[in-house]
């Protein structure tokens, strides 16, 4: 079944010679077809002209510029938006701000693409949009929507390389980047970009960047230091991750072996081992993997407890499976991805109504996942 466009919300009317709303409203070139957005209460095809609204056309030229911004009349509806709004550029980027801190995703994109089709040449908004797809990804896939927070990855790294190939260059895109790419394991990149991120910055004073200047400029120099000081950026390790996460788990498994071989006490490495081990269902080996991995500096995160626990529940250790993701939970207590397991946890220790009480509570954090309401529906409590 076709989905309707928002476009399909939208009328096109053309005002006649005397039209206007009063002397502060915008002018309205009454040649040119004028996009109206439609109201909730209007039935299909219908339109009263005597209700329109000014507020109904800004929110149909808000429209276009999201679903339509090749639309032939473009120029002429920003030039309307910048008239009528002189500050919309501000006052749409932080509502989309806000709208992704409230995880209301839909409509910071929503906000968002218009902003693009608004000032296609704005690189903060393209930036923006990469962190906002960033931050959607990492919702998703806490969420276990694997699929999902890949698909926002994908539309990040487009609106990061983007925002990279700017001209003159912006510092805080190759930054973002870098924490982009270390979130993918893809250290040889993140070291490339953080390099350059300092490269960019090196000739400004600490007075001229301000305190927030200084902490990422030294910031990125620790991470490129921890880089370095683990040999991330090695061949075998980045192969590892590829393979591995493109589901060719034996050779994966062999480039990162290779990797520990010289590198034994780097925590990531054995983290990725039990990964793989993981993946190929051979979980009394990668529970041992991700029992090194925390006892390495570094390892003890949210992420290593996690898949400690699913180890477990494997092996049916359902006691220290609950007890590493109660101590993943202190550390990162709205992760539905971890909630979710607590769920599983319960169930197989026999207790469906702690099972349905950690269902319920991922679904106040996120009430589109679907998992979480699947298994309450099952358990019909």
């Known amino acids: 079944m076709k989905q309707n466009s928002p476009l399909d919300t939208v009328y096109f009317i053309t005002l006649g010679e005397d039209f206007k709303f009063s002397e502060q409203a915008m002018h309205i070139d009454p040649s040119i077809p004028l996009p109206v957005q439609k109201k909730d209460k209007d039935a299909p095809g219908t339109f009263n002209m005597a209700e329109l609204t000014e507020e109904q056309i800004l929110a149909g030229l808000l429209t276009v510029m999201a679903y339509d911004s090749d639309n032939k009349n473009i120029l002429y509806y920003r030039s309307l938006l910048k008239k009528a709004r002189p500050n919309l550029k501000a006052e749409l980027t932080e509502a989309a701000i806000l709208k992704t801190k409230n995880e209301d995703f839909e409509l910071a994109e929503e906000i968002f693409a218009s902003l693009r089709g608004f000032d296609p040449e704005d690189i903060a908004t393209v930036l923006n949009t990469a962190l906002f797809l960033d931050q959607r990804g990492d919702f998703y896939r806490q969420s276990g929507l694997t699929d999902d927070a890949d698909a926002c990855d994908e539309e990040a790294l487009f609106y990061y390389k983007q925002a990279m190939d700017a001209e003159p260059a912006v510092p805080d895109a190759f930054f973002n980047a ?128 996690n898949e400690l626990a699913i180890c477990c529940m494997e092996q049916n250790l359902t006691d220290e499976a609950k007890k590493y993701l109660l101590q993943a939970l202190s550390m990162e207590p709205e992760n539905t991805k971890i909630i979710s397991n607590l769920g599983y946890v319960a169930l197989k220790q026999g207790d469906p109504s702690l099972a349905a009480s950690y269902f319920q509570t991922v679904l106040e954090y996120d009430p589109d996942d679907k998992i979480a309401a699947l298994e309450l529906q099952n358990l019909d409590v």
């Open 178 to 305: 870098g924490f982009f790419y270390l979130k993918k394991r893809n250290f040889v990149e993140a070291k490339s970009v953080f390099e350059t991120y300092l490269a960019l910055t090196c000739e400004e004073s600490d007075e001229d960047m301000g305190e927030n200047g200084v902490y990422k400029k030294n910031r990125a120099q620790e991470i490129l230091n921890d880089i370095a000081n683990r040999s991330l950026e090695d061949e075998h390790f980045s192969a590892a991750y590829r393979l591995i996460d493109s589901d060719k788990v034996e050779e994966g498994l062999e480039e990162i072996r290779l990797f520990i071989t010289k590198n034994p006490h780097v925590w990531n490495a054995w983290f990725m081992l039990g990964w793989g081990l993981r993946k190929a269902g051979r979980f009394e080996e990668a529970l041992k993997a991700f029992e090194k991995a925390l006892s390495l500096e570094g390892g003890k995160t949210a992420d290593t407890y």
